[in-house]
């Protein structure tokens, strides 16, 4: 009763370097040095912590210092051996980085280097976390790191290499230490548990290397927390989770099975009663977004590596794997998704059960939310443009050649269109009789040149291949001439003249009035508006309606004598604006970009009490107001 008790995993903290537990390539390399004599005068371990940094560098120390040495195996007897095993050798010194980092420390380490070993082979320094270093501390050690005196070795451990100044690491031979394998681990644990007489099962001990992240000071601690529960049934995994407050696995297969099966009002239920045992809710959402992890590897990984990735059971894989045929890999990805998305809500609100509540319910509609989901993903790549609207067909027209305002009286040839012919002729042998269209002719009185200015701008209009630019052409432009020889046109927003002029758009006006008038390379001026301009509007009556496959010839008179033999079928345009992709985004760019550089500009109204913005939606959607 008088002994004092020492922790196991100081009892067991291996001597030499074949009781180290995993890190076979270190033990190799270490080996191989002492039996060469290649010894560095400076180590670099660095690893996750609890993998054996420590321990090892003290091995390597008894290995160099023993009386029986430099050996592999020290002898464990010697005087040098039992200081270092006890911890209070003269001549190998521990110092903790964390505690002595200061450029003064670094200075008194420097003064004593200088001094002889007293009764041993090596002065050996230890500096653990030596990360925790400040920068003036690393630069005082960097000389004598590099050339330290004679019978002097410098062996550094951390855990966070990176904050290691590289011209440190650079002076050392490096050792990385690995997470150990929860094989190696289990094993240990039992070795341990069956010298220490404790009565555990060996899913409790795979629960515990699970827990310790690789780390074996860890997995040691924990069982040494657990052997206190010995009694005559063995500890259980049970026993593990409501030590560590943990969810059992039942448990949580029962959450998850209202989640899936979207019973909100049943999930929330299991999870008062997991509450109410003393659970945190970031630590009930923790345990549920492992378990969904495990679903996902059983749903995707083959059944020799399962077992390896989840550390679970036989009997509780099958279960896993009856819960994985009902869902799909994208809604266990969706699952995990969102429980991360609660952890960090708990983690950061004033009410962590209401946001684990919250979490619950939403997790519990599953089949709901995915079909949300997809629904937001078909809506993101249309809107992004990934997926191209299909336009209605625009009809063409050309128009007839001007009259001028002096011509006379002539009448106008104009066909009657017959039916289409069944297929498409190719060559250029006469028409059957019965195909020759009915020509009559008319009258016409001679006609203003402003009627005719505004059918051919109707006509131009409806040839503009570019929705958005036929509305902001409808709106903001106005015709002054519109000839075969010169089309002129003002438009009263100079940053939309540019475009015009030289900008994207030039290229659609120029094709619209080639179209027009059946040529290449029209003379086309766009410029700023004069105060003696006459307002031209298109005319209606000429307007072709959009979404019709036929064409009329115009009822109203014309000036001159035209035959229109346009094909029935409408040829359709290809755009060469790139923006219109997106129409939608085109025309509230080009609206927003045209009202905020003209707001001195007098936006006008329409008779129904709209501003001509809300005419241009209208006019490209074929809208109306409710």
Known sequence: MNEKYIPLYRKYRPQRLEEIVGQAHIKKALTNAISMNKISHAYLFTGPRGTGKTSTARILAKSLNCKEGPTVNPCGVCENCIDITNSVPMDVIEIDAA?????????????????????????????????????????????????????????????????????????????DFRRITTDDIVKHL?????????????????????????????????????????????????????????????????????IINSNPQAAIEVLEKIYNSGNEPSQILTNLLDYFKNLLIVKNCPQSVVFELTQLNEPQIKELSAQAEKLETHQIIFLIDKTSNYIKEVKTTNNPR???????????????????????NRITKLESGSVQPVSAPVKLYKAPPPASVHQQSQPV??????????????????????????????????????????????????????????AL?????????????????TIKNEILMNQFISGNKKKILTDAVDMLFGQTGSNISVRLPKPDDVQVKPSSAHSAPRHINSYEPPKEPLDS?????????????????????????????????????????????SAAGHSDQVSIIIELFDGKII
């Open 190 to 258: 039992r070795y341990i548990s069956d010298k220490e007489g404790i009565n555990i099962t060996d899913d409790a001990l795979f629960t515990i290397a699970k827990n310790s992240a690789g780390g074996m000071r860890d997995s040691i601690a924990l069982l040494d927390q657990l052997s206190i529960l010995d009694g005559e049934e063995a500890i259980s995994t049970d026993d593990i989770n409501n030590l560590l407050g943990r969810i059992s696995f039942d448990t949580l297969r029962g959450l998850a099975d209202e």
């Open 473 to 489: 052409l409808k709106q903001w432009a106005n015709p002054i001439k519109i000839s075969p020889e010169e089309t002129i046109l």
């Open 413 to 470: 040839q104009v066909k009657k269109e017959a039916a289409p012919p069944a297929q498409t002729e190719t060559s250029n042998s006469p028409a059957p009789q019965a195909s020759v269209p009915d020509v009559k002719s008319v009258a016409v009185a001679p006609a203003s040149a402003s009627g005719d200015i505004a059918l051919l701008w109707g006509n131009l209009l409806n040839n503009v291949s570019s929705a958005p630019t036929r």
């Open 99 to 175: 505690s002595n980092r200061k450029v003064e420390d670094a200075q008194n380490i420097l003064e004593k280097v200088m001094y002889a070993p007293v009764n041993s082979r090596y002065k050996i320094y230890i500096i653990d976390e030596v990360h925790m270093l400040s920068n003036t501390a690393f630069n005082a050690l960097l000389k004598t790191l590099e050339e330290p005196p004679k019978n002097v070795i410098f062996i550094l451990a951390t855990t966070e290499v990176h904050k290691v100044l590289d011209t440190i690491k650079s002076r050392c031979q490096r050792f």
């Open 354 to 376: 209401l946001w684990l509540e919250v979490g619950i319910i939403d997790l519990s509609n599953l089949t709901e939310n995915t079909s949300l989901l997809e629904l937001q």
């Open 561 to 605: 004598t035209t035959n229109f033999t346009e094909s029935a079928t409408p040829v359709l345009p290809q755009s060469d604006d790139a923006s219109d992709e997106n129409i939608e985004e085109n025309l509230s760019a080009d609206i927003k970009t045209s009202v905020n550089e003209n707001k001195d500009d007098n936006i006008s109204y």
